[in-house]
Nanobody
Framework: EVQLVESAGGSVQAGGSLRLSCTAS????????MGWYRQAPGNECELVSK????????YYADSVKGRFTISQDNVKNIVYLQMNSLKPENPAVYYC???????????????????????WGQGTQVTVSS
């Protein structure tokens, strides 16, 4: 059974850093594409970053480029999201995801996608205060 468990988020001040982790079980990271999404109240789900095991390629949303880094430990089966220079913004829940669905826009995180096997963690809240 696939399981994704995010670490506790937290509240940090603007300019600070926070590292999220996602412990995966039921599959191996070295054969997967993993992503981190976030959703603030009233907003749609946003893909923040993803990493592909095929070639190690990464993607970052423009809003986090240069500040966030995604990485994975294939031995521990953990995916990380290092977040630096955090900006004050509405609280958001961050979700770990296995096999990010293509063209996933205008929807809530953890929505099932017909014909696409994707899995979500339960989410962890991050708040950045000014």
């Amino acid at each position: 059974e696939v399981q994704l468990v995010e670490s506790a988020g937290g509240s940090v001040q603007a300019g600070g850093s926070l590292r999220l982790s996602c412990t995966a079980s039921g599959f191996t990271l070295d054969d997967s594409e993993m992503g981190w999404y976030r959703q603030a109240p009233g907003n749609e789900c946003e893909l923040v970053s993803k990493i592909s095991s095929d070639d190690g390629s990464t993607y970052y949303a423009d809003s986090v480029k240069g500040r966030f880094t995604i990485s994975q430990d294939n031995v521990k089966n953990i995916v990380y999201l290092q977040m630096n220079s955090l900006k004050p913004e509405n609280p958001a829940v961050y979700y770990c995801n296995l096999d990010p669905p293509p063209h996933f826009v205008g929807q809530a995180c953890r929505t099932e996608v017909p014909g696409w096997h994707t899995y979500w963690g339960q989410g962890t809240q991050v708040t950045v205060s000014s």
